[in-house]
């Protein structure tokens, strides 16, 4: 649980960084639960569009740009 600002003024300024920095942290990694779900539900999406392209068992752009093959330094096909 994050500190509340009237606790951090009453830490030392060391102490202050470094419980700033946990709100921090707790902050990202909350964020970071929050995109794993929103890209287990576009996975989903993705693997449905692809069923119903007729693609079954492949993801759209699964292949890591192996359909692009480098003819020039700045031409792709």
């Known amino acids: 649980m994050p500190y509340r600002r ?5 830490m030392s300024p060391v102490t202050r ?3 700033k920095l946990l709100n921090e942290l707790e902050s990202i990694l909350r964020k970071g639960k ?6 287990q539900r576009l996975e989903l999406d993705s693997r449905a569009l692809a ?4 693609l079954p068992g492949q993801l759209p752009l699964a292949n ?3 359909d692009f093959i480098v003819t020039d330094r700045n031409e792709r096909r």
Request: glycine share 10%; proline share 0%.
């Open 6 to 10: 009237s606790t951090l003024r009453r």
């Open 17 to 19: 960084k470094y419980a």
């Open 51 to 54: 069923h119903a392209k007729g």
């Open 64 to 66: 890591s740009g192996k």
């Open 34 to 39: 929050n995109l794993v779900e929103e890209i």
